[in-house]
C-alpha cells in the first residue's frame, strides 16, 4: 500500500509560479513512477506529466515549457514546478503513483492516488 499526500496548490494571478509536491509513504519509492494530472471543473481527468525511476520525463502538450516535474527518492517526493500558469490551468491536481515503473498516460496505469490539491490561477 502506497500513501500520497500532496501539498502546495493555491490561488494565484495568471503569470505566476507554483509548485507542487507530492511524498509518498509505504513502501519502495526508488522504483516506482510517478505522474500528475489534473482535473477541471467540469471536464474529465486528464494527465499533465510523470516521471520514472530513470528520471525519464513525459509531458501534455498544452504544459510542455512551463511545466516540470522532478523526484527526490531520498525524500520520497515528487515535484511538479508550474511557470506561466494561466486560467486553463485552474483544476484539482493529482499526484499518483505507478509501481510497476512505467508512468505511461492512462490513468489505468496508476495504482495508487492521493486526495489531490487545488490550484486556481485568476485571469
Known amino acids: 500500500q502506497v500513501q500520497l499526500v500532496e501539498s502546495g496548490g493555491g490561488l494565484v494571478q495568471a503569470g505566476a509560479s507554483l509548485r507542487l509536491s507530492c511524498t509518498a509513504s509505504?513502501?519502495?519509492?526508488?522504483?516506482?513512477?510517478m505522474g500528475w494530472f489534473r482535473q477541471a471543473p467540469g471536464k474529465e481527468r486528464e494527465f499533465v506529466a510523470s516521471?520514472?525511476?530513470?528520471?525519464?520525463?513525459d509531458y501534455t502538450d498544452s504544459v510542455k515549457g512551463r511545466f516540470t516535474i522532478s523526484r527526490d527518492n531520498a525524500k520520497n517526493t515528487v515535484y511538479l514546478q508550474m511557470n506561466s500558469l494561466s486560467a486553463e490551468d485552474t483544476a484539482v491536481y493529482y499526484c499518483?503513483?505507478?509501481?510497476?515503473?512505467?508512468?505511461?498516460?492512462?490513468?489505468?496505469?496508476?495504482?495508487?492516488w492521493g486526495q489531490g490539491t487545488q490550484v486556481t490561477v485568476s485571469s
Open positions: 499518483a503513483a505507478d509501481p510497476a515503473g512505467w508512468g505511461f498516460r492512462p490513468e489505468a496505469t496508476y495504482i495508487y
Open positions: 509505504g513502501r519502495t519509492f526508488s522504483n516506482t513512477a
Open positions: 516521471i520514472r525511476s530513470s528520471h525519464l520525463t
